[in-house]
């Protein structure tokens, strides 16, 4: 069984540009959701896919947006970079479905460093 | 909204000894999920345990165990036997029950434990 494999591990961009983080979810999962984790602190919900559209959004401005792939696999962007972007990005993956989801399994993350 | 509240920050723990983490939480929901997650410094989050709010039994994972108080709406975490390697960030989070795929988790802000040997 495959877990959660994201890329790349580090990153670092200049303030004003563009990112593209991916994640590949579990074998079996269906659902991919991100979180960002500033230093010190809790991971916070940005947005969720399940089959291919988005299903839950956080407090997060419209210059965070995703995609998820027909093999579940997804990307997060972030455009127009601030220095405020710099954490920690985690992607889990779980089996959703009409009875709701399973435990969430997370990969090891991407730091996300904007100078 | 939900909010999920871990107020301290940091705690340490002697080798062998017991040790218990604290969170409390604020819903208006009845049916709801909450878990611990332990972060090492591999970064990645690793699911402990998990309690079920209908559920009035507390969970047990072979050294962890929930003391969950509903009314209270607190629930803690016990690490029996500490051992080096649960030395890490714990997180308490909170996912709200319904049907469908939402797997949304609110986080609270975590506590640093330390093991000494």
């Known amino acids: 069984e495959t877990g959660v494999t994201q890329s790349p591990t580090h990153l670092i961009k200049t303030r004003g540009q563009q990112v593209t983080l991916r994640c590949s979810s579990q074998?079996?999962?269906?659902?991919v959701s991100w979180y960002q984790q500033a230093l010190g602190q809790g991971p916070q919900f940005i947005f969720q896919?399940?089959?291919?559209?988005?299903?839950g959004r956080g407090n997060f401005p419209p210059r965070f947006s995703g995609l998820q792939f027909p093999n579940y696999s997804s990307e997060l962007n972030v455009n127009a970079l601030e220095l405020d972007d710099s954490a920690l990005y985690l992607c889990?993956?779980?089996?959703?479905?009409?009875?709701?989801?399973?435990?969430?399994?997370f990969g090891n993350g991407t730091r996300l460093t904007v100078t | 909204a939900q909010t999920v509240t871990q107020s301290q920050p940091e705690m340490s723990v002697q080798e062998a000894e017991t040790v218990t983490l604290s969170c409390t939480y604020d819903?208006?929901?009845?049916?709801?999920?909450l878990f611990w997650y332990k972060q090492p410094p591999s970064r990645q989050m690793i699911l402990v345990i998990r309690q079920e709010a209908y559920k009035q039994q507390n969970a047990t994972e072979n050294r962890f165990s929930v003391n969950f108080q509903k009314a209270a709406k607190s629930f803690s975490l016990k690490i029996s036997d500490s051992q080096l390697g649960d030395a890490a960030m714990y997180f308490c989070?909170?996912?709200?029950?319904?049907?469908?795929?939402?797997?949304?988790?609110?986080f609270g802000k975590g506590i640093t434990l330390s093991v000494r040997p």
């Open positions: 889990a993956s779980s089996l959703g479905g009409d009875r709701g989801s399973s435990p969430l399994h």
């Open positions: 819903t208006s929901e009845s049916d709801y999920y």
């Open positions: 896919y399940y089959r291919e559209e988005e299903n």
């Open positions: 989070a909170y996912r709200r029950e319904f049907t469908g795929a939402n797997s949304k988790l609110t």
């Open positions: 074998s079996g999962h269906n659902t």
